[in-house]
């Protein structure tokens, strides 16, 4: 398991948002994480990046345990939100060159020329980043988020705000990096309250509903997932 | 399994000050607004004070801390919201770096940037108050004074970029907290602007040395839990 939680358990004050979640997800796999507004998704994803401590039950990430061994977690993560996580004032490609330095990473150029190159923004890399477009700046934050080549990718509603075709090349990027251009697959956890998206997207689906996962399942095994999103969660869903 | 890997304590906040720079000799953000309300508010006091020579000396201190104290927290106000606005922050925060190294690296672009309108406002105040300001026992006030002001003011900004009412809440929470080196380094300054023995003034300027020790230390460590949630 590339992804472990036991018992993960968060509580904000006195109201409980995760109870006792028990996760394993394998290497390789992409997941679609989907649930209510305020089914614990968002607090799931921040806890599995170390933004949040549990209140309790384990997390471990690639064998590392958090939050004793944060660093090396974060070095094997990267975080794809509905915000950008790019500095406005710094060119694109200015914007990579932050994140590599602060990866420690080596073979810089070659790092942020094929970052570039792989979210087609080799010829806008010079220019800054409030110039660019809702769909161009997600791309980026791909890029950002892949630079020092992360085992496990978290998407955070990554579509949000994106037109028809910035989110079909999202799409694109985001199955060509669950591939990898090494054929070393990497790990997607994605989430989401677009269901058909999640389909086409995903293997494998886990619907959260007040705080504990209400469904886990293979996505092959659901034919019809709105339908059963809304059996599980008793919420009309949007596709 | 790649092996995990740990940036470098210097090489982060390195990264994490070039960025700055970068970022801010682009936009000019930062030390323009500074630049423009410690312009203004020293030329008010200046007109405020302009007939009467023994006010000004005695006065021209608490204008030069209170100019520099509300210019920088209008600079800490917008550098984290830089951070917070696209949520550069928690792009920071999921790097494999020491909590510790984002608080120095914003630190030290702080004090930069207070030390530059600070650096300005001493030669213009000279002229403008027709007193000697840009003396080395002052610099050194300035700079000891200014690295005190960044230190706090960068944890708590961190700390009230978080609420929605961050502009007004930054000055309301730093006053309290930063009293203690506010009282010595007025002090100090205007010891030294009215040519006080030397052991008139030493003593405070040694307190202030502590107070930076004590605030870069506590705010270091504190800076992770601020950070948390």
Partial sequence: MIIETHALSKVYGLLPVLKKIDLGIERGEFVALMGANGSGKSTLLRLLCGLSKP????????????????????????????????????????????????????????????GLDRVGLSKRGGDLVRTYSRGMLQR?????????????????????????????????????AHADENNKRKTILMVTHELDRAHRLANRAIILSRGTIALDTSMSEIADLPARYTEVTGMTSAR | ??????????????????????????????????GLFALLSILIFSFALELDRVARVEAVSGVL???????????????????????????????????????VGKLAGNFLF????????????TVLYNITLVTPTLILTLLLGTLGFATIGTLLAAMTVQTRSREALLPIVMMPVALPLLLVVVHTSTSIVNVAPEDSWLPFLQILAVLDVVFLVMCYLLFEFVVEE
Avoid: C
């Fill in chain 1, 55 to 114: 209140t309790a039950g384990v997390i471990k990430i690639g064998g590392w345990e958090l939050p004793k061994e944060a660093a090396a977690v974060r070095s094997q993560i990267g975080l794809v939100s509905h915000k950008a996580l790019l500095y406005e004032n710094l060119t694109g490609r200015e914007n990579l060159l932050f994140f590599a330095r602060l990866y420690g990473l080596d073979d810089i150029e070659g790092r942020i020329k094929r």
């Fill in chain 1, 140 to 176: 980026l934050s791909i890029a950002r988020a892949l630079i020092h080549d992360p085992d496990v990718l978290f998407l955070d509603e990554p579509h949000t705000g994106l037109d028809q075709d910035s989110s079909h090349t999202l799409d694109t990027l985001l199955l060509e």
């Fill in chain 2, 1 to 34: 399994m790649k092996n995990p890997m740990k940036t470098p304590f210097f090489a982060a906040v390195s990264a994490i000050i070039r960025k700055d720079l970068q970022a801010e000799f682009r936009s000019r953000e930062l030390v323009s607004s500074m």
């Fill in chain 2, 65 to 103: 801390w209170v100019t520099i104290v509300f210019s920088s927290i209008l600079g800490l106000n917008r550098s984290m919201g830089l951070e917070r606005d696209q949520g550069s922050l928690e792009g920071l925060l999921i790097a494999p770096i020491d909590r510790g190294a984002i608080f």
């Fill in chain 2, 114 to 125: 207070t030390l530059i309108v600070g650096a300005v406002l001493l030669p213009l105040m």
